[in-house]
């Protein structure tokens, strides 16, 4: 009886996932961000020069904070702390906030004289600073939010965040973002911009999908628990030489809602 039920439900889920891609491939022709990680890109950033990364980065720091985690900056804005972020990942963000793709006039104002080098060193810089301090009481993060981090949940095809962001929140090579330490006002803004399709530069709708399936209050209650798990430490730096020669690897598969979180061990 379980097996057949757990049959069922895979099959269900297969199906809601070809339904969800189908229509994907149908509405959304366009693609959701123009960067694509040729060695060429990758090499951009391999030797990114910090210097010009720290002189850009001045720049910005009227809203990001002089290293991208002065939380005074962030008192008023949904604005996102920078610092320690996966360099690719910052690097994707502001090309795709230069050519439109991310949708956010004020920020393509800001970004749009930097040249691809430049976008490529005020990454690296980002990424060479420590991640932000926590800005929350761990104690106030609830057990609910720490099992949709690391268990998800298989009732509702929910991947566990942790899968993709890392253990600790640290992100990952190519494009998946740092979350620790992350401000949780602009976290629970950037979801429900994701949940309404407002932000819509994810590869293959990955956060879309996910974010539409948690509630505000779940929402809120994982941005409590990021912002609670700042680090105030180096988690991942960008890529060195020496692990460099391999090829680009391909863009992540669709990693949506396909599978169930493994049961209690
Ligand atoms: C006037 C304030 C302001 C300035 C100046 C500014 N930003 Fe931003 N930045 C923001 C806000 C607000 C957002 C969030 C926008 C959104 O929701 O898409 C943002 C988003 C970003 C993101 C996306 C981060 C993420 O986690 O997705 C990056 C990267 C970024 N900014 C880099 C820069 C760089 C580099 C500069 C300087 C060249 C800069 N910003 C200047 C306010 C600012
Ligand atoms: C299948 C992999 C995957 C899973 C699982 C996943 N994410 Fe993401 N997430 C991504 C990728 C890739 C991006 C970058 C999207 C882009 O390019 O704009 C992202 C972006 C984000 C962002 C925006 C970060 C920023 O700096 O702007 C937030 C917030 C986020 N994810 C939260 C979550 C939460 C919460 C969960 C679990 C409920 C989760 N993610 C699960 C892959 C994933």
């Known amino acids: 009886m379980q097996i057949q039920k ?29 960067v694509a990680w ?21 720049k910005c720091s009227k809203c990001h904070g002089e290293d991208g985690t002065d939380p005074t ?37 800001k970004v749009k004289k930097l040249s691809k080098q430049d976008v490529a060193d005020v990454s690296a810089y980002y990424a060479t600073q420590a991640l932000p301090m926590p800005s929350v009481d761990p104690s106030t993060v609830t057990p609910e939010a720490i099992r949709m981090v690391t268990r998800g949940d298989g009732t509702r095809f929910l991947p566990p965040c942790a899968g993709c962001h890392g253990p600790n929140g640290e992100g990952a090579i190519v494009d998946v973002p740092a979350l620790a330490g992350q401000s949780a006002s602009y976290f629970v803004t950037t979801m429900l911009a994701f949940r309404e399709d407002e932000r819509e530069n994810d590869i293959y709708r990955r956060m879309r999908f996910i974010a539409r399936m948690l509630t505000e209050e779940e929402i809120e209650a994982v941005a409590n628990y990021y912002a609670s798990v ?4 180096k988690l ?30």
Do not use: C, W
């Not at 757990?6 to 491939?25: C, E, F, K, P, Y």
């Not at 040729?38 to 001045?58: P, Y």
């Open 6 to 34: 757990h049959i069922r439900t895979t099959a269900l889920a297969m199906g809601m996932l070809a339904l969800g891609l189908g229509s994907v491939a149908n509405t959304y022709a366009a693609p959701s961000s123009n």
């Open 38 to 58: 040729t060695s060429e890109t990758r090499n951009l950033l391999k030797n990114a020069d910090l210097a010009n990364g720290e002189k850009i980065a001045k």
């Open 73 to 109: 900056a962030l008192e008023e804005e949904d604005t996102p702390f920078t610092a320690g972020q996966v360099a690719h990942a910052t690097y994707k963000q502001i090309i795709d906030y230069q050519d439109g793709t991310r949708d956010d006039k004020n920020m393509r104002k």
């Open 230 to 233: 700042g680090t105030g430490t």
């Open 236 to 265: 991942l730096v960008f890529e060195s030489d020496e692990d460099a020669e391999e090829e680009p690897a391909a863009p992540m598969e669709p990693a949506a809602p396909e599978a169930p979180a493994a049961p209690p061990s």
